[in-house]
T-cell receptor, first 114, second 114 residues
Framework: ETGVTQTPRHLVMGMTNKKSLKCEQH?????MYWYKQSAKKPLELMFV???????ENNSVPSRFSPECPNSSHLFLHLHTLQPEDSALYLC?????????????FGQGTRLTVV | AQTVTQSQPEMSVQEAETVTLSCTYD???????LFWYKQPPSRQMILVIR??????QNATENRFSVNFQKAAKSFSLKISDSQLGDTAMYFC???????????FGTGTRLKVLA
């Protein structure tokens, strides 16, 4: 597979559940991102990992916990979420310091918290 | 702080016609990229076109072209000969060269009518 792959595509979870979102990139990039996309809002950057080190955490509630075991994989662990956390979660990767600056996105996970 | 503004939440265009999506941004930086991303109903965001701020020449990719006005901080996207497959959300984005941080606008939903 090429590009950025996210699983699952859809997830419905109760407020007391624990689940994880997975992202994998096959592009050899050195940076990976989690974004939250809600209707009529700009994409909200949640976390950035650059060379596996977390370089950004945009005041994200602790019920969201990222994990980056290596430069190709990124997880978002979810626990005790709220209904307002329902959104599309996008993973992206890019090559920081590369020539194009382009970010490549996965297809997203549509999360519904009930 | 950098901001990106897309003032048109929704637009429509007849098939084969031309449409222009507007984007303005605010930055004190001098070396940056600007992007237009397309997000079709399948949800995967893909790059449409990219502009380096130091280049005066407007970028062009087939039916897509930009009007980059650096002094006015304006970066509009023109789609010529619109096709039904152009129906999507379009996001304008800004990035300082060599960094991992992107700033996205709120998007413009474009519908191409048969």
């Amino acid at each position: 597979e090429t590009g950025v792959t996210q699983t699952p595509r859809h997830l419905v979870m109760g407020m007391t559940n624990k689940k994880s979102l997975k992202c994998e990139q096959h592009l050899g990039h050195n940076a990976m991102y989690w974004y939250k996309q809600s209707a009529k809002k700009p994409l909200e950057l949640m976390f950035v990992y650059n060379f596996k080190e977390q370089t950004e955490n945009n005041s994200v509630p602790s019920r969201f916990s990222p994990e980056c075991p290596n430069s190709s994989h990124l997880f978002l662990h979810l626990h005790t979420l709220q209904p307002e956390d329902s959104a599309l979660y996008l993973c992206a990767s890019s090559q920081v310091g590369g020539q194009s600056g382009e970010a490549f996105f996965g297809q997203g996970t549509r999360l519904t918290v009930v | 702080a950098q901001t990106v503004t897309q003032s048109q939440p929704e637009m429509s265009v007849q098939e084969a016609e031309t449409v222009t999506l507007s984007c303005t941004y605010d930055t004190s930086e001098n070396n940056y990229y600007l992007f237009w991303y397309k997000q079709p109903p399948s949800r995967q965001m893909i790059l449409v076109i990219r502009q380096e701020a130091y280049k005066q020449q407007n970028a062009t990719e087939n039916r897509f072209s930009v009007n980059f006005q650096k002094a006015a901080k304006s970066f509009s996207l023109k789609i010529s000969d619109s096709q039904l497959g152009d129906t999507a959300m379009y996001f304008c984005a800004w990035q300082r060269v060599g960094t991992y941080k992107y700033i996205f606008g709120t998007g413009t939903r474009l519908k191409v009518l048969a």
